[in-house]
């Protein structure tokens, strides 16, 4: 049976340079980036060409604001918990959103029991914040607002320039979680002003657990891990230099043009999917917006009276990776927060919607074959 | 060689160690097998872990060992709706529900056969120890477990031709100890699983703790039944006829013979106590039952017949007389000899031989005329 994957908003497969890449730093430099030793020089050597190919993909200001992590949810518990701890004293108030991540929503549900005050930022049908409530909700002691770039589960993108200005004229320092969008999207944390920001490799056909920080220079959080020295006292523990090579490498591969290539397919993606299962008769929703603002690689669809649960066993069956949120420990789907906070509780959307999320080598010919699936399973 | 790779068989996998061998053989006769766990009780510890996490991990180790796609479904909103508040509601009344009986009736030859159909399923199969037969023109009977220890027909009664007409059933015909050491040769990760028990929503927590979350408990008297008060009960939902422990009474009475359940007044909320396992109050000449369910049409039998009976799960048959209404909604039960400890609430099972002719649910027992108080 052929495979078609459709859930890159997941993971990605790795790109085979990436894969030579790491296979050749593997071979090559085991040693510890802290030794002092010939090992520990080369392998010193490709921590500090990775980090400098990587500030510059989000244009830092010095290679010290990268701070190297396990990925995402790393990123996001140091860059919420880490700052909360280290502004304390200045205030307890944080502001994120309805439609985080597990990886920021349960780091504050955290904060929630350690006396901080969270406030969660409501979001419209077509899960965007309203700048008006993120002005109102700024107090003088709210020291850090978590607003993601992008939505993993709807694409919905958020005005980061904008919350970047508002926020910078506050005492808060501002997070974003970019792990869906940092290789998509053109990221400028001094454009945006953006204090932190999360990322990972494996949404880029980068290797899992592998990510980074970016933590502006002036800033210092608490580091949550302890230990030895690395990342400049921010992160402990031995770099993991054959995946960070493999990222610098996935982030190198994406480059401008590439990534404008990616949108631009993945938009016709979107349309081809919509209108051709229209075409077809299947009554069919976007969840959220079809829209060029969004992120491109997202598009969550409601087959309206069609379990979600049996719409993903008939496709999986049929050789079509997609998703719908996300599972419990026991395989079975949970209900998915996003859509219950742009929908309410009680909406059918909630349990009769799929997502499909593109990656770089997806085709037009893949996107024909879902549509034809999803019409055979539908109309059967 | 038959190809059975373009036969889709869905197989309800537990996480045990009979559903995985079911898996198994179903895969090495060439059927295209899928695994799907049911998730029908949604219990999350205080830990954060749910019960059936376990079991998941372990459907997941099994069929990536086998070498099959597996899925989770969730079942929680119709075992809720048609398993749970029916167990409730029993308990309420006083009676001793089966809830097994109806979570085969009701989630997995109803639910989830709607589900396995919905992803083209041909056959369905169950790691039930229980078999089946056709007859020409199609009528399915319901055999008993080749393994006598297992047998689980009790719990497939209330079954209907429809129900039961695209199940297999692979362990059906097998001994457990065979169905363990196929397990064992094959690898299965849950090979030496312990078997489950008791049912599945409650595990093995406190029986009466966990009623007791649902059901206000409402304290009574325990009485002889000439009256006399003995102690105090929990609530007569938190026992059944012919129990014995945790009543708490010590010998006192006309004997040193431990106290037993003989009785209910749910007007009264007294708990009937009487003395001696083989107290005269526990035992039965006859029931009815309503509720009624035959597997394959009973027409051969009429309305009147002999044959045996199970009363509760694992208990040797008895030789019973049945006595129909017309409608077949109604039956009257004759026991070939006393019977003790029969409780309402639980399935009457009926037998041919090895055939599952279908039961219905108890309502009273008799003895001679007179109307045991049971509930």
């Known amino acids: 049976m052929k495979h078609i994957y459709l859930d890159n908003a997941g993971t990605t497969p790795m790109a085979p340079a990436v894969i030579q890449k790491m296979t050749d730093t593997m071979t090559a430099t085991f040693g510890n980036a802290s030794a002092t030793n010939y090992y520990g020089r080369q392998a010193r050597f490709v921590l500090d060409n990775s980090r400098?190919?990587?500030?510059?993909?989000?244009?830092?200001?010095?290679?010290?604001?990268?701070?190297?992590?396990?990925?995402g949810?790393?990123?996001?518990?140091?860059?919420?918990?880490?700052?909360?701890?280290?502004?304390?004293?200045?205030?307890?108030?944080?502001?994120t959103t309805s439609i985080e991540h597990e990886a920021v929503l349960k780091p504050m549900h955290f904060l929630e029991t350690q006396g901080f005050e969270v406030t969660y930022l409501p979001v419209d049908q077509n899960g965007e914040i309203s700048l008006e409530d993120l002005k109102c909700s700024l107090r003088d002691d709210t020291i850090l607002v978590s607003i993601m770039t992008g939505n993993n589960e709807v694409g919905a993108?958020?005005?980061?320039?904008?919350?970047?200005?508002?926020?910078?004229?506050?005492?808060?320092w501002f997070h974003t979680d970019a792990v869906q969008a940092y290789g998509l999207l053109d990221i400028d944390v001094k454009r945006d002003n953006i204090d932190l920001l999360s990322t990972s490799a494996h949404k880029l056909n980068g290797p899992k657990m592998c990510g980074f920080l970016y933590c502006r220079a002036d800033h210092n959080y608490e580091s949550i891990l302890k230990g030895g020295d690395?990342?400049?006292?921010?992160?402990?523990?031995?770099?993991?230099?054959?995946?960070?090579?493999?990222?610098?490498?996935?982030?190198?591969?994406?480059?401008?043009e590439v990534k404008f290539g990616h949108c631009r397919n993945y938009y016709e993606f979107k349309h081809q999917l919509v209108d051709g299962l229209k075409n077809n008769g299947i009554d069919v929703e976007v969840n959220g917006k079809l829209d060029e603002g969004e992120l491109p690689h997202v598009i969550n669809l409601w087959f309206k009276h069609r379990p979600s649960d049996v719409l993903l066993t008939n496709l999986d069956l049929k050789g079509i990776s997609a998703s719908a949120g996300s599972a419990c420990t026991a395989g079975s789907l949970e209900p998915s927060h996003v859509l219950t906070a742009m929908y309410g509780k009680g909406s059918p959307r909630i349990s009769e919607s799929l997502r499909f999320s593109f990656g770089a080598f997806n085709t037009a010919a893949d996107i024909e074959a879902v549509i034809t699936a999803l019409t055979a399973i539908i109309k059967k | 060689m038959v190809d059975n790779s373009h036969t889709r068989v869905v197989v309800g996998m537990s996480g045990g160690v009979d559903s995985s061998v079911c898996a198994y053989l179903l895969k090495q006769q060439g059927y295209d097998?899928?695994?799907v766990f049911m998730k029908n009780w949604d219990d999350t510890s205080d830990s954060g872990v749910c019960t059936a996490t376990e079991d998941y991990q372990d459907v997941a180790k099994v069929a990536s060992e086998i070498g099959i796609p597996y899925y989770s479904v969730n079942f929680e909103k119709e075992y809720w709706d048609r398993v749970f508040t029916y167990f409730l509601d029993e308990y309420k009344n006083g009676r001793t529900p089966n809830p097994d009986v109806m979570c085969n009736k009701e989630v997995k030859f109803k639910a989830f056969l709607d589900y396995a159909l919905e992803i083209d399923a041909d056959y369905v199969a169950m790691g039930h120890y229980a078999q089946v037969s056709k007859d020409e023109d199609g009528t399915i009977h319901l055999l008993r477990g080749a393994d006598d220890n297992k047998d689980q027909t009790?719990?497939?009664?209330?079954?209907?031709?429809?129900?039961?007409?695209?199940?297999?059933?692979?362990?059906?015909?097998?001994?457990?100890?065979?169905?363990?050491?196929?397990?064992?040769?094959?690898?299965?990760?849950?090979?030496?699983?312990?078997?489950?028990?008791?049912?599945?929503?409650?595990?093995?927590?406190?029986?009466?703790?966990?009623?007791?979350?649902?059901?206000?408990?409402?304290?009574?008297?325990?009485?002889?039944?000439?009256g006399v008060v003995k102690g105090d009960h929990y609530g007569l939902m938190n026992y059944t006829i012919g129990q014995r422990r945790g009543l708490g009474i010590g010998g006192d009475g006309q004997s040193n013979d431990p106290w037993f359940v003989i009785g209910k007044n749910l007007e009264k909320n007294e708990l009937l106590v009487g003395q001696g396992y083989e107290n005269e109050h526990l035992y039965a000449t006859s029931l009815d039952a309503t509720k009624l369910n035959f597997i394959a049409p009973i027409d051969e039998y009429g309305t009147d017949f002999h044959c045996t009976a199970k009363f509760r799960y694992r208990q040797k048959d008895e030789g019973v007389t049945i006595h129909l209404n017309d409608d077949l909604t109604k039956v009257i039960v004759?026991?070939?000899?006393?019977?003790?400890?029969?409780?309402?609430?639980?399935?009457?099972?009926?037998?041919?031989g090895e055939e599952c002719l279908g039961s219905g649910?108890?309502?009273?027992?008799?003895?001679?005329?007179?109307?045991?108080q049971y509930v």
């Open chain 1, 52 to 71: 400098h190919v990587i500030a510059q993909s989000v244009n830092a200001q010095n290679d010290n604001e990268i701070i190297f992590t396990s990925g």
């Open chain 2, 334 to 352: 004759d026991f070939d000899r006393p019977v003790r400890a029969i409780t309402p609430g639980q399935e009457v099972v009926f037998y041919d």
């Open chain 1, 73 to 95: 949810t790393e990123s996001d518990n140091t860059a919420i918990v880490g700052t909360a701890l280290a502004r304390k004293d200045l205030g307890k108030h944080v502001i």
């Open chain 1, 230 to 256: 690395q990342e400049l006292k921010r992160r402990a523990g031995t770099e993991n230099i054959p995946a960070i090579a493999g990222f610098a490498e996935a982030v190198k591969l994406n480059s401008s």
């Open chain 1, 157 to 172: 993108k958020m005005p980061i320039h904008e919350i970047g200005a508002i926020v910078a004229d506050s005492n808060a």
């Open chain 2, 33 to 35: 097998v899928v695994g």
């Open chain 2, 361 to 372: 649910t108890i309502d009273h027992a008799y003895q001679k005329e007179h109307t045991l």
């Open chain 2, 154 to 226: 009790y719990f497939l009664s209330q079954l209907s031709q429809k129900q039961l007409e695209k199940v297999m059933f692979p362990i059906g015909g097998m001994q457990k100890s065979e169905v363990r050491r196929i397990a064992a040769k094959a690898g299965l990760a849950t090979a030496k699983k312990k078997d489950s028990t008791g049912i599945c929503f409650i595990g093995e927590r406190n029986f009466r703790q966990f009623l007791s979350e649902f059901l206000p408990a409402q304290p009574g008297k325990m009485v002889t039944i000439d």
